[in-house]
C-alpha cells in the first residue's frame, strides 16, 4: 500500500527549497515521507521538522527517514500551530517550507479511511483520528442548509442543493454509514448527462473532507506563521490540488510581495517600504506529461514558491 504512493512533482519541490547541507527545513505536511526523505537525503548537517496528525503516516515515515538520516523531528500536530511548536522546540527562524496540501495515495486507497468514492469504507475523512468529527457526523446530523453551503462552498458543486436534499431525505429512512451508500445518494440527486465526463461525488467528497478537517479555515493562519519564520533568502513551496486552496495561495503569496500602495510606481522607493517578499513562480508549476502518465492523481496539483528578501 504505501509503495504506492508517489510524492508530486517531487524534483520541483526539492529544487524550489533551494537546499544546501545546514538548511532547517519544515515539512508541514509529512504524509508518507516522500518530499521529507528527499530534503534529509540532502541537509545532512541540517536538519527537519516535520509536521502531521495522521497515525499511520507518522509510524510509516518515522522508519523511512531513519533509513536516511537521524536529524529529524516528527511532530505530532496540525500545521496551524506550527509557530507554537517550532518555538518549544527553541526554533526561531527556517530556511525552507514545504505544504503538500494533498490527500496522500494511502490514504485514498486504505478502505478503513473513507476518502474515496471509489471503495466502499464506512464514513470517516478524518485526518487526525482522535477527533470527534467525521464525515458520518457532517452527513448524517447537518441541517439541509449547511450541507448545501458546504457542498456549493467547498466543492463548488452546482447542484448542491439537490444533493443536500437527497441526503436528508435519505437519512429520515435510516442513517448514511458508508461510502458507497453516500455515492448512490448522490448520483440519484444529479441528472445522468452530467456523471459521464466525471465522477458526481467528487466535488462532495472533497467538501466533506474539507469540512471535517478545517483545510481551508488554517491554511492561511499556517503561512502567515511560516512566513514570520522565513530567514532572508529562505523559502516557502506550496502544492496544491484544488481551486479553493490555490486562490488562498495565490491571493496571499500576492499581498506579501506587493509594495506599500503610497508609493507604488514611484522612483526610489525607502527600503522600508518595499515588499519583504518576492514570487519565485510567477505562474503555478505544474505536472509535466511524463509525471501524469506515471501519476494521474497529480493532474490537479500547482506549486508555487515565495522567497523572503529582506
Given at each position: ?96 517550507f514545504l505544504f503538500d496540501l494533498g490527500v496522500s495515495s494511502p490514504q485514498l486507497d486504505q478502505d478503513d479511511r473513507g476518502f474515496s468514492y471509489h471503495h466502499d469504507a464506512m464514513l470517516d475523512m478524518r485526518m487526525d483520528r482522535s477527533q470527534k468529527l467525521s464525515a458520518y457526523e457532517v452527513v448524517n446530523e447537518y441541517s439541509k442548509e449547511d450541507l448545501a453551503r458546504i457542498f456549493f462552498q467547498y466543492g463548488e458543486d452546482k ?152
Open positions: 500500500m504505501m509503495e504506492k504512493h508517489i510524492s508530486v512533482l517531487l524534483n520541483e519541490t526539492i529544487s524550489s527549497l533551494n537546499l544546501n547541507e545546514n538548511s532547517v527545513i519544515v515539512d508541514a505536511t509529512l504524509g508518507y515521507g516522500g518530499h521529507s526523505s528527499n530534503i534529509l537525503e540532502r541537509i545532512d548537517k541540517g536538519y527537519l521538522f516535520a509536521f502531521d496528525q495522521d497515525s499511520e503516516a507518522i509510524r510509516h515515515s518515522t522508519d523511512r527517514l531513519s533509513k536516511v538520516g537521524t536529524n529529524f523531528t516528527i511532530i505530532p500536530s496540525n500545521f496551524v500551530h506550527l509557530k507554537e511548536e517550532l518555538e518549544k522546540r527553541g526554533v526561531s527562524s527556517v530556511d525552507g447542484f448542491a442543493n439537490n444533493i443536500a436534499k437527497k441526503i436528508v431525505e435519505y437519512r429520515s429512512l435510516k442513517p448514511i454509514e458508508s461510502t458507497l451508500e453516500l455515492v448512490e445518494v448522490i448520483k440519484s440527486a444529479v441528472p445522468m448527462k452530467f456523471r459521464i465526463d466525471k465522477h458526481p461525488a467528487r466535488q462532495i467528497f472533497q467538501a466533506i473532507r474539507i469540512e471535517v478537517n478545517h483545510e481551508l479555515d488554517v491554511l492561511e493562519p499556517a503561512l502567515e506563521q511560516a512566513l514570520s519564520m522565513l530567514r532572508v533568502g529562505g523559502r516557502c513551496s506550496v502544492i496544491t490540488f484544488h481551486s479553493l486552496e490555490d486562490r488562498i495561495v495565490k491571493k496571499f503569496f500576492k499581498e506579501k510581495c506587493e509594495e506599500d500602495p503610497k508609493w507604488k510606481g514611484m522612483p526610489n522607493v525607502p527600503v522600508q517600504y518595499l515588499p519583504d517578499f518576492r514570487l519565485v513562480t510567477q505562474k503555478a508549476i505544474v505536472p509535466g506529461e511524463e509525471e501524469l502518465l506515471q501519476n494521474p492523481r497529480a493532474r490537479s496539483a500547482k506549486l508555487r514558491v515565495i522567497e523572503r528578501i529582506k
